[in-house]
């Protein structure tokens, strides 16, 4: 029995003294853990930190772009009640229109087949012609415009003969 006491006693030794080393490590490293988890909170705190200062660094580059651009909208009166400027545009694009229709017979006859064809359209859809009538008017109307288009074809010959427009004749 007593040498069973003494391996008690000597387990129990060996046993205090894995438990000192235990302890040991466990203040060396919970010290190292203490002082990671310190770390890892004050890089989470330097992200966060980071993050806010690139939104705030960007919402104030959108601040000074949306500045700058109403700036230049206000300086080139862009955005602005656009209602008259629009239709002075539309008003010279038909003039525009008219006089090109004065000067070139060939887009004269463009406008002129558009226009019927939308008229056409406009009977069509307003019930005023039924479709077989449709059909036929727009059967003329092609027929028609192709002879004019042969016709203007031909128009070449008679300015080289001395032919000229009945507007530019009276101005001579």
């Keep these: 029995m007593a040498t069973a006491n003494r391996a008690l006693q000597q387990g129990a030794t060996e046993t205090s003294g894995y438990e000192r080393t235990v302890a040991l490590l466990q203040a060396r490293y919970s010290g190292a853990a203490a002082e990671a988890a310190r770390f890892e909170a004050a890089q989470r705190s330097a992200a966060r930190a980071t993050i806010a200062a690139r939104e705030a660094t960007e919402s104030a580059a959108r601040s000074t772009a949306a500045q700058f651009q109403g700036s230049l909208n206000s300086r080139f009166n862009i955005g602005a009640s656009n209602g008259d400027r629009e239709a002075d545009f539309l008003a010279a694009a038909a003039g525009a229109d008219r006089l090109r229709a004065k000067l070139d017979p060939l887009f004269a006859v ?20 039924s479709e077989d009538a449709y059909t036929a008017a727009l059967g003329r109307r092609k027929g028609a415009f192709a002879e004019q288009i042969a016709d203007l074809g031909r128009r070449p010959a008679r300015r080289q003969q001395g032919w000229r427009p009945a507007s530019a004749s009276s101005a001579v």
């Excluded at 463009?110 to 012609?129: H, S, V």
């Design 110 to 129: 463009q406008q002129a087949y558009r226009t019927d064809l939308m008229e056409m359209k406009g009977a069509l859809a307003a019930g005023i012609i």
